[in-house]
């Protein structure tokens, strides 16, 4: 009898298909669903209220009814890329991704952060804009000598910070004097009724042409966000022109 080719490629055909699928069958009952190409799903354990179907190449799983999370998601790279393993799934829900705690994130908890560390955006360290700045009077007689209650333009302050330097000084060139000045705060509602902030510690020259203090004893270094700030002479002797600068830190 003659051999027919076809119909033995056929049942050798068949026979391969039903043997997959016998394989498939006895994973999928022994509790997960396996198959052996490289890179591929290799096992995918299934708990309580979820199935799962199997269509060619994909595997869909669907929760058959209730509601929960997912309790955690394990997730490995090798060299077939990434993949999903050690993951106790209960029925559909929700994966919330912590980022982690400040400690995680290498914020420094108190100072400066290091070239390797980083400062959260809501950290209170960072008001009054992140860096130091200056704010200046000046008082300028336009060559005729100053006299006690002369007052400078008030400057109106925006942003909050801590004044941590006083210096006060004269023109480039002057001769040596003596002057205090007090420097003084109000808001807008007081305007032109101020409070003096320098406590005992008023900015002083004597026999000198430029001082500082950074001590600032008994100041009111806090800077009020809206405040108005000038400065005022108290006694001066032989001097035309002075300015007051006060370096204010975040």
């Known amino acids: 009898m003659p051999t027919n080719h076809v119909q033995d490629r056929t049942l050798l055909a068949g026979l391969t298909r039903f043997k997959t699928f016998a394989q498939r069958a006895i994973t999928w009952l022994s509790g997960g669903v396996a198959t052996g ?9 299934f708990s309580t209220g979820l199935a799962a179907t199997q269509n060619g190449s994909r595997l869909t799983v669907v929760a058959s009814g209730g509601s929960g999370t997912v309790t955690s998601v394990g997730i490995t790279t090798g060299s077939s890329g990434v993949g999903v393993s050690n993951s106790p799934i209960t029925t559909s829900g929700d994966i919330d991704l912590d980022l982690g705690t400040a400690a995680d994130r290498d914020v420094p908890a108190a100072g400066d952060a290091g070239p390797t560390e980083v400062v959260l955006g809501n950290d209170s360290r960072l008001g009054g804009g992140g860096s130091s700045r200056v704010i200046g009077f000046g008082i300028n007689g336009g060559g005729i000598a100053l006299t006690a209650g002369q007052t400078s333009r008030a400057v109106r302050v925006k942003g909050t910070g801590t004044i941590s330097l006083s210096t006060i000084f004269l023109d480039p060139g ?13 808001n807008l509602a007081n305007y032109d009724t101020g409070t003096s902030i320098v406590a005992s510690a008023n900015p002083t020259l004597t026999s000198a ?20 700030y000038w ?12 300015t007051v600068n006060l370096g204010i830190d975040p």
């Open 209 to 228: 042409i430029k001082d500082e203090d950074s001590t600032l004893t008994g100041w009111t270094t806090t800077i009020v966000d809206g405040n108005f």
């Open 37 to 45: 190409d490289p890179g591929s799903v290799t096992e995918v354990d």
């Open 231 to 242: 400065m005022e002479i108290v006694s001066v002797t032989g001097v035309t022109s002075v």
């Open 174 to 186: 002057s001769a040596t004097a003596d002057c205090v000045v007090d420097i003084l705060t109000s």
